[in-house]
Antibody, heavy 121, light 109 residues
Framework: QVTLRESGPALVKPTQTLTLTCTFSGFSLSTSGMCVSWIRQPPGKALEWLALIDWDDDKYYSTSLKTRLTISKDTSKNQVVLTMTNMDPVDTATYYC?????????????WGQGTLVTVSS | EIVMTQSPATLSVSPGERATLSCRASQSVSSNLAWYQQKPGQAPRLLIYGASTRATGIPARFSGSGSGTEFTLTISSLQSEDFAVYYCQQYNNWPPGFTFGPGTKVDIK
């Protein structure tokens, strides 16, 4: 079955760089159509899509955050990594990774359980 | 960027009653719309994609309709496990990105 799991620091200081890892199983990112996204949710607020990487190593970023984000994959390890630079308290959120199968549709069919990242000095 | 709005923000419903949730897009997204359910402390769960297709394992009491800019999620007879926050998401404007609505909380009346 498909599973995804996020990992990374629970606390980062302002101006630091956040690195999150999504480790998944049940599918391969080398299979045509497979994609993994990062999505975040500040406490009590709505979901915000951040970035997507696809099977062909194409990368897409939120327009508002693209200067701070980098997404990459390690197909052999079944992992996707997101880095976000210059963290600020407003970036405090639960960060999710989620799978998409890009066959004319880009909805998120499987999600990780999320990891809460707090930005505070 | 396509802006998604949802109404109402909160919907109070008694168990067994029907719930109707609305989602509106600032411009047409065709049928490229999904609905998700999120319970406290949990990740979102895909309910509906393509505006009206139920995801695997989703009960038939959940139905989606609409196209263009106006969409509806209907829960025909609310069960206790359905009290949650529901989000819509458009994926028509891809690339550059996806957008979610602000959510509708369905709580117990």
């Amino acid at each position: 079955q498909v599973t995804l799991r996020e990992s990374g620091p629970a606390l980062v200081k302002p101006t630091q760089t956040l690195t999150l890892t999504c480790t998944f199983s049940g599918f391969s990112l080398s299979t045509s159509g497979m994609c993994v996204s990062w999505i975040r949710q500040p406490p009590g607020k709505a979901l915000e899509w951040l970035a997507l990487i696809d099977w062909d190593d194409d990368k897409y970023y939120s327009t508002s955050l693209k200067t701070r984000l980098t997404i990459s994959k390690d197909t052999s390890k079944n992992q996707v990594v997101l880095t976000m630079t210059n963290m600020d308290p407003v970036d405090t959120a639960t960060y999710y990774c989620a799978r998409t199968i890009a066959v004319a549709s880009y909805y998120f069919d499987y999600w990780g359980q999320g990891t809460l990242v707090t930005v505070s000095s | 960027e396509i802006v998604m709005t949802q109404s109402p923000a909160t919907l109070s419903v008694s168990p067994g009653e029907r719930a109707t949730l609305s989602c509106r897009a600032s411009q047409s997204v065709s049928s490229n719309l999904a609905w998700y359910q999120q319970k406290p402390g949990q990740a979102p769960r895909l309910l509906i994609y393509g505006a009206s297709t139920r995801a695997t394992g989703i009960p038939a009491r959940f139905s989606g309709s609409g196209s263009g800019t106006e969409f509806t999620l209907t829960i025909s007879s609310l069960q206790s496990e359905d009290f949650a926050v529901y989000y819509c998401q458009q994926y028509n404007n891809w690339p550059p990105g996806f957008t979610f609505g602000p959510g509708t909380k369905v709580d117990i009346k």
